[in-house]
């Protein structure tokens, strides 16, 4: 039998060519080299006075994340009094009502964005 699909045949997803491997190690290298540069910029953000608090605190972040790893999350979730998750069914009409609930809860609370009006920024920036 010739042509059309055969079982086993062609290349298995995920399968790393030369092409992707070299690439890859073209990167990580040019990554390194770099590295120190790329630190010194978030440090300098870090110390600017003139950046907001919250991107000053990002670059803080991100430092941390890189000299410690970032912290992991555990969440233990149980029902009620300390039990077992109780599962149910919901219907169309149920999970639709609180849908609506949720995206009205969320359109009456007020944007973050209009808060970050630039106040924040030090005193001895020149502005």
Request: proline share 3%; aromatic share 2%; glycine share 8%.
């Given at each position: 039998?010739?042509?059309g699909k055969r079982s086993g045949a062609g290349r298995k997803p995920g399968a790393?060519?030369?092409?992707?491997?070299?690439i890859k190690q073209s990167l990580a290298a040019t990554a390194k080299e770099i590295?120190?540069?790329a630190l010194g910029a978030?440090?300098?953000?870090?110390?600017?006075r003139c950046l907001t608090p919250s991107a000053r605190l990002d670059a803080a972040k991100t430092i941390l994340h890189y000299a410690y790893g970032k912290p992991i999350?555990?969440?233990?979730?149980?029902?009620k009094d300390g039990g077992p998750v109780?599962?149910?069914?919901m219907g169309v009409t149920e999970l639709a009502r609180r849908i609506s609930a949720i995206i009205e809860a969320a359109a009456n609370q007020p944007a973050e964005a209009a808060a970050?009006?630039?106040a924040e920024q030090g005193p001895s920036c020149p502005l």
């Open positions: 039998m010739r042509g790393r060519t030369i092409f992707t491997i070299a590295a120190p540069e978030v440090v300098q953000m870090l110390r600017d999350a555990a969440v233990e979730v149980t029902g109780e599962l149910r069914q970050d009006s630039g």
